[in-house]
């Protein structure tokens, strides 16, 4: 246990739905990143949030995706109208400012579109 | 649990032997290079990282070798165990963009009892 949570591990949904997904990071990490991944494949960056400012998107995530994280604590990432190529696991890592290179990683939550 | 590193290259060692894991990486500028474990059902795992500026960096068990002439990482455990075994990822990061973390190709390593 990295002490980074997410919820829910799992989570199927009918195509067309919106889902959304929580990481409640380690307390004192005032960096937190989400990361998708699919089979076979390393984690790809999506958006990132010092303190409760969204400061990075990656062009992956789409005008279907928000992410937030109002009071700089756990974040937030929905996904409006599901497709099926949004099936894979998403990842979030939280990091201490002063400690820039290790990040921890909660368990994921694997989203199945059908 | 699920798998994470299908149709992944896989090394396959004798436990008690060493493992080389290799990663070639594209971006000169990065400041930082990891490597990470990933379990099956699990997130990935921080084990090491080099600064940009060395060449050798030694943990416990674990030697990362950075040669930026051809752009290649690589991890080296000693003493390979079974729990040694998962998939690993090797990861850049920019000091100018955030500390997000690109993540490379991984290898699956296969420990033999």
């Known amino acids: 246990d990295t002490g980074v949570s997410q919820n829910p591990r799992h989570k199927i949904t009918k195509r067309g739905q919106n889902v959304t997904f929580r990481c409640d990071p380690i307390?004192?990490?005032?960096?937190l990143y989400w990361y998708r991944q699919t089979l076979g494949q390393g984690p790809e960056f999506l958006t990132y949030?010092?303190?409760?400012?969204?400061?990075?998107k990656s062009r992956l995530l789409s005008d279907r995706f928000s992410a937030e994280r109002p009071k700089g604590s756990f974040s937030t990432l929905e996904i409006q109208r599901t497709e099926q190529g949004d099936s894979a696991m998403y990842l979030c890592a939280s990091s201490l400012e002063s400690v820039n290179t290790e990040a921890f990683f909660g368990q994921g939550t694997r989203l199945t579109v059908v | 649990g699920e798998s994470v590193g299908l149709h992944l290259p896989t090394l396959s060692v004798q436990e008690g032997d060493n493992s080389i894991i290799n990663c070639a990486y594209s971006?000169?500028?990065?400041?930082?290079f990891i490597w990470y474990k990933q379990e099956s059902g699990k997130g990935p795992q921080f084990i090491i990282d080099i600064r940009s500026n060395m060449d050798k960096r030694q943990g416990q068990r674990v030697t990362v070798l950075l040669n930026k002439t051809v752009k290649h990482l690589s991890l080296q455990i000693a003493a390979t165990q079974p729990g040694d075994s998962a998939v690993y990822f090797c990861a850049e990061i920019s000091m100018d963009s955030s500390y997000k973390l690109i993540f490379g190709s991984g290898t699956r390593l296969l420990v033999r009892p």
């Open positions: 949030f010092q303190n409760e400012a969204q400061l990075e």
């Open positions: 971006n000169s500028a990065s400041d930082y």
């Open positions: 307390s004192e990490h005032n960096r």
